[in-house]
Protein backbone atom coordinates (compact mmCIF):
# COMPACT_ATOMS: atom_id res chain seq x y z
CA UNK A 1 0.00 0.00 0.00
CA UNK A 2 1.51 3.67 -0.95
CA UNK A 3 -0.40 6.90 -0.17
CA UNK A 4 0.80 10.30 -1.29
CA UNK A 5 1.72 13.75 1.43
CA UNK A 6 -1.35 14.42 0.30
CA UNK A 7 -3.92 11.58 1.14
CA UNK A 8 -1.63 10.95 4.36
CA UNK A 9 -2.04 14.62 5.56
CA UNK A 10 -6.08 14.67 5.18
CA UNK A 11 -6.36 11.37 7.26
CA UNK A 12 -4.29 12.75 10.25
CA UNK A 13 -5.40 15.92 9.83
CA UNK A 14 -1.99 17.31 9.21
CA UNK A 15 -0.53 19.67 6.87
CA UNK A 16 1.76 18.75 4.08
CA UNK A 17 4.45 21.07 6.40
CA UNK A 18 4.28 18.94 9.14
CA UNK A 19 4.63 15.61 6.99
CA UNK A 20 7.72 17.49 5.45
CA UNK A 21 8.94 18.62 8.77
CA UNK A 22 8.48 15.02 10.08
CA UNK A 23 10.68 13.87 7.57
CA UNK A 24 13.41 16.82 8.05
CA UNK A 25 13.66 15.35 11.98
CA UNK A 26 14.38 12.01 10.61
CA UNK A 27 10.41 10.48 11.80
CA UNK A 28 9.55 9.83 8.43
CA UNK A 29 12.04 8.17 5.58
CA UNK A 30 9.23 8.15 1.99
CA UNK A 31 10.51 7.26 -1.38
CA UNK A 32 10.24 9.58 -4.27
CA UNK A 33 9.21 8.40 -7.16
CA UNK A 34 8.60 9.95 -10.97
CA UNK A 35 10.19 12.97 -12.30
CA UNK A 36 9.08 15.50 -9.67
CA UNK A 37 10.29 13.30 -7.26
CA UNK A 38 6.98 13.06 -4.91
CA UNK A 39 6.98 11.78 -1.71
CA UNK A 40 5.08 7.69 -1.66
CA UNK A 41 4.52 6.78 1.82
CA UNK A 42 4.10 2.93 3.13
CA UNK A 43 2.92 0.86 5.52
CA UNK A 44 5.83 1.70 8.62
CA UNK A 45 5.10 5.25 7.66
CA UNK A 46 1.93 5.45 8.61
CA UNK A 47 2.26 3.30 11.56
CA UNK A 48 5.06 5.70 12.40
CA UNK A 49 2.42 8.74 12.03
CA UNK A 50 -0.49 7.30 14.47
CA UNK A 51 2.51 6.64 17.15
CA UNK A 52 3.42 10.34 16.94
CA UNK A 53 0.06 11.55 17.11
CA UNK A 54 -0.71 8.88 20.29
CA UNK A 55 2.26 10.11 21.96
CA UNK A 56 1.80 13.79 21.15
CA UNK A 57 -1.49 13.32 22.65
CA UNK A 58 -0.09 11.64 25.67
CA UNK A 59 1.89 15.23 26.29
CA UNK A 60 5.35 14.39 24.37
CA UNK A 61 7.04 17.19 22.50
CA UNK A 62 9.00 16.20 18.96
CA UNK A 63 12.04 16.56 20.77
CA UNK A 64 11.22 13.76 23.12
CA UNK A 65 8.84 11.32 20.73
CA UNK A 66 12.44 11.71 18.74
CA UNK A 67 14.43 10.37 21.41
CA UNK A 68 12.15 7.22 21.71
CA UNK A 69 12.61 6.59 18.24
CA UNK A 70 16.23 6.70 18.38
CA UNK A 71 17.69 3.99 20.34
CA UNK A 72 15.64 4.06 23.40
CA UNK A 73 15.23 1.38 25.61
CA UNK A 74 12.95 0.20 28.40
CA UNK A 75 14.82 1.94 31.30
CA UNK A 76 14.31 5.33 29.13
CA UNK A 77 10.76 4.59 27.75
CA UNK A 78 10.12 4.28 32.14
CA UNK A 79 11.16 7.64 32.96
CA UNK A 80 9.63 9.65 29.98
CA UNK A 81 6.36 8.19 31.15
CA UNK A 82 6.56 8.69 34.87
CA UNK A 83 7.56 12.25 33.81
CA UNK A 84 4.39 12.51 31.88
CA UNK A 85 2.32 10.14 34.34
CA UNK A 86 3.32 13.67 37.56
CA UNK A 87 2.66 15.94 35.12
CA UNK A 88 -0.68 14.56 34.18
CA UNK A 89 -1.75 14.01 38.20
CA UNK A 90 -0.66 18.05 38.64
CA UNK A 91 -2.42 19.34 35.81
CA UNK A 92 -5.65 17.36 37.04
CA UNK A 93 -4.78 18.71 40.46
CA UNK A 94 -4.63 22.23 38.74
CA UNK A 95 -8.13 22.03 36.96
CA UNK A 96 -9.95 20.46 40.14
CA UNK A 97 -8.78 23.68 42.61
CA UNK A 98 -9.71 25.70 39.26
CA UNK A 99 -13.64 23.79 38.99
CA UNK A 100 -13.80 24.34 43.23
CA UNK A 101 -13.50 28.26 42.37
CA UNK A 102 -15.63 28.38 39.69
CA UNK A 103 -18.20 26.25 41.66
CA UNK A 104 -17.98 28.55 44.37
CA UNK A 105 -18.66 31.67 42.21
CA UNK A 106 -21.68 30.18 40.54
CA UNK A 107 -22.86 29.01 44.06
CA UNK A 108 -22.58 32.98 45.32
CA UNK A 109 -23.99 34.47 41.79
CA UNK A 110 -26.69 31.98 42.23
CA UNK A 111 -27.99 33.60 45.71
CA UNK A 112 -27.83 37.13 44.17
CA UNK A 113 -29.22 39.63 45.28
CA UNK A 114 -30.34 38.08 48.72
CA UNK A 115 -27.06 37.38 50.02
CA UNK A 116 -25.50 40.56 48.89
CA UNK A 117 -24.28 42.58 52.37
CA UNK A 118 -25.44 40.07 54.27
CA UNK A 119 -22.56 38.66 56.51
CA UNK A 120 -22.59 34.78 57.14
CA UNK A 121 -20.50 32.24 58.96
CA UNK A 122 -18.50 30.86 56.62
CA UNK A 123 -15.65 27.93 57.11
CA UNK A 124 -12.45 28.66 54.59
CA UNK A 125 -9.19 27.74 55.60
CA UNK A 126 -6.17 29.19 55.99
CA UNK A 127 -5.10 31.73 53.66
CA UNK A 128 -1.33 33.15 52.51
CA UNK A 129 -0.18 36.86 51.90
CA UNK A 130 2.08 38.78 50.21
CA UNK A 131 1.27 42.61 51.76
CA UNK A 132 2.29 45.88 50.34
CA UNK A 133 1.71 49.40 51.34
CA UNK A 134 -0.47 50.08 48.07
CA UNK A 135 -1.03 48.37 44.59
CA UNK A 136 2.09 50.78 43.22
CA UNK A 137 4.46 49.41 45.76
CA UNK A 138 3.26 45.76 44.13
CA UNK A 139 3.56 46.96 41.18
CA UNK A 140 7.15 48.22 41.63
CA UNK A 141 8.34 44.92 42.77
CA UNK A 142 6.22 42.14 40.28
CA UNK A 143 9.65 42.13 38.55
CA UNK A 144 12.03 42.12 41.24
CA UNK A 145 10.13 39.63 42.79
CA UNK A 146 9.71 35.66 41.14
CA UNK A 147 7.01 34.70 43.93
CA UNK A 148 4.73 37.84 43.33
CA UNK A 149 4.91 37.56 39.70
CA UNK A 150 4.05 33.57 40.06
CA UNK A 151 1.39 34.56 41.89
CA UNK A 152 0.11 36.59 38.87
CA UNK A 153 0.31 34.59 36.53
CA UNK A 154 -2.48 31.97 38.26
CA UNK A 155 -5.36 33.96 39.06
CA UNK A 156 -7.87 32.94 39.88
CA UNK A 157 -6.40 30.45 42.21
CA UNK A 158 -4.75 33.51 44.03
CA UNK A 159 -6.97 36.65 44.42
CA UNK A 160 -5.70 40.25 44.67
CA UNK A 161 -6.96 41.62 48.34
CA UNK A 162 -7.29 44.59 50.56
CA UNK A 163 -5.80 43.85 54.21
CA UNK A 164 -8.02 45.44 56.50
CA UNK A 165 -5.88 45.66 60.18
CA UNK A 166 -7.71 44.49 63.16
CA UNK A 167 -7.19 48.11 64.67
CA UNK A 168 -9.68 49.08 61.86
CA UNK A 169 -12.38 47.82 64.46
CA UNK A 170 -11.49 51.50 66.27
CA UNK A 171 -12.17 52.95 62.96
CA UNK A 172 -8.42 53.26 62.26
CA UNK A 173 -8.10 52.65 58.40
CA UNK A 174 -5.26 54.34 57.81
CA UNK A 175 -2.80 51.00 57.97
CA UNK A 176 -4.99 49.57 54.93
CA UNK A 177 -2.38 47.34 53.06
CA UNK A 178 -3.19 45.84 49.56
CA UNK A 179 -1.70 42.43 47.85
CA UNK A 180 -2.22 39.12 46.65
CA UNK A 181 -3.41 36.06 48.17
CA UNK A 182 -3.82 32.36 48.17
CA UNK A 183 -5.80 29.46 50.03
CA UNK A 184 -3.82 26.40 51.38
CA UNK A 185 -5.05 24.02 49.15
CA UNK A 186 -4.24 26.22 46.45
CA UNK A 187 -0.75 26.83 47.40
CA UNK A 188 -0.12 23.17 47.07
CA UNK A 189 -1.24 22.80 43.82
CA UNK A 190 0.79 25.34 43.00
CA UNK A 191 3.67 24.21 44.70
CA UNK A 192 4.26 27.27 46.24
CA UNK A 193 6.85 27.84 49.39
CA UNK A 194 4.60 29.64 51.67
CA UNK A 195 7.08 30.27 54.16
CA UNK A 196 7.69 33.53 52.69
CA UNK A 197 4.24 34.74 53.12
CA UNK A 198 2.34 35.50 55.90
CA UNK A 199 -0.31 32.92 57.10
CA UNK A 200 -4.29 33.99 58.39
CA UNK A 201 -6.55 30.96 60.04
CA UNK A 202 -9.95 31.68 58.54
CA UNK A 203 -11.22 28.49 59.38
CA UNK A 204 -13.79 29.90 61.56
CA UNK A 205 -15.34 33.60 59.53
CA UNK A 206 -17.26 35.60 58.97
CA UNK A 207 -17.81 36.66 54.76
CA UNK A 208 -19.90 39.87 53.48
CA UNK A 209 -20.14 39.65 49.57
CA UNK A 210 -20.10 43.45 48.16
CA UNK A 211 -20.18 44.91 44.95
CA UNK A 212 -18.06 47.39 43.34
CA UNK A 213 -19.24 49.14 40.46
CA UNK A 214 -16.68 51.56 38.36
CA UNK A 215 -13.58 50.65 40.35
CA UNK A 216 -15.47 52.94 43.33
CA UNK A 217 -14.01 50.05 46.60
CA UNK A 218 -14.81 51.88 49.84
CA UNK A 219 -13.58 49.40 52.35
CA UNK A 220 -16.17 50.74 55.17
CA UNK A 221 -19.35 49.92 54.16
CA UNK A 222 -18.51 46.16 54.06
CA UNK A 223 -16.18 46.53 57.40
CA UNK A 224 -19.30 48.67 59.17
CA UNK A 225 -21.62 45.22 58.41
CA UNK A 226 -19.48 42.79 59.28
CA UNK A 227 -18.06 44.15 62.24
CA UNK A 228 -21.61 45.54 63.52
CA UNK A 229 -22.66 41.59 62.98
CA UNK A 230 -19.48 40.17 65.38
CA UNK A 231 -20.98 42.30 67.75
CA UNK A 232 -24.51 40.99 67.54
CA UNK A 233 -22.79 37.44 67.22
CA UNK A 234 -20.73 37.98 70.43
CA UNK A 235 -17.78 36.99 68.25
CA UNK A 236 -14.17 38.33 68.42
CA UNK A 237 -11.71 38.82 65.62
CA UNK A 238 -8.74 36.84 65.98
CA UNK A 239 -6.36 38.13 63.18
CA UNK A 240 -6.66 41.24 60.09
CA UNK A 241 -9.81 41.15 57.79
CA UNK A 242 -8.99 40.24 54.02
CA UNK A 243 -10.85 40.73 50.61
CA UNK A 244 -11.31 37.70 47.95
CA UNK A 245 -12.02 38.77 44.11
CA UNK A 246 -14.43 36.26 43.26
CA UNK A 247 -15.73 37.95 39.28
CA UNK A 248 -15.38 40.85 37.33
CA UNK A 249 -17.72 41.90 34.41
CA UNK A 250 -19.34 44.72 32.45
CA UNK A 251 -22.63 45.02 33.05
CA UNK A 252 -25.68 46.41 30.88
CA UNK A 253 -24.79 50.09 31.26
CA UNK A 254 -21.22 49.99 30.47
CA UNK A 255 -20.03 49.96 34.28
CA UNK A 256 -16.90 47.60 35.57
CA UNK A 257 -18.68 45.49 37.88
CA UNK A 258 -16.70 43.26 40.65
CA UNK A 259 -17.95 40.81 43.12
CA UNK A 260 -15.46 40.46 46.50
CA UNK A 261 -16.13 38.88 50.11
CA UNK A 262 -14.86 40.62 53.08
CA UNK A 263 -13.64 38.12 55.14
CA UNK A 264 -13.19 38.51 59.06
CA UNK A 265 -11.45 35.53 60.57
CA UNK A 266 -13.13 35.14 64.29
CA UNK A 267 -11.59 33.31 67.45
CA UNK A 268 -12.61 29.44 68.01
CA UNK A 269 -15.78 29.48 70.70
CA UNK A 270 -15.21 27.62 73.77
CA UNK A 271 -17.17 23.99 73.56
CA UNK A 272 -20.52 24.47 75.13
Not at 69 to 77: N, Q, R
Not at 204 to 209: E, H, I, P
Not at 227 to 240: A, F, K, P, R, V
Amino acid sequence: MRLSIGVLAKAFNLSDEALRYYEKKGFLHPRREGSGGYRVFEKADIQRIANIKRLQNQDFSLDEILSVYSGAGEADLTGLYQQKVERVRREIAYRQRMLAHLEETVALLERLPGSLNQPERVGLDTVYLLEYPSIDAMWARITKEPLLKHLFQHLPLTSFTTIVPKAAAAGDLSQVRKGILLRRQDARVLEVDVSQMRAIDARQAVSCLFRVENGLFDVRGPLSLALNYLESQGLTLSDDLFTIQLVNFIDGSDRPVHYSRLLAPIAAQPAS
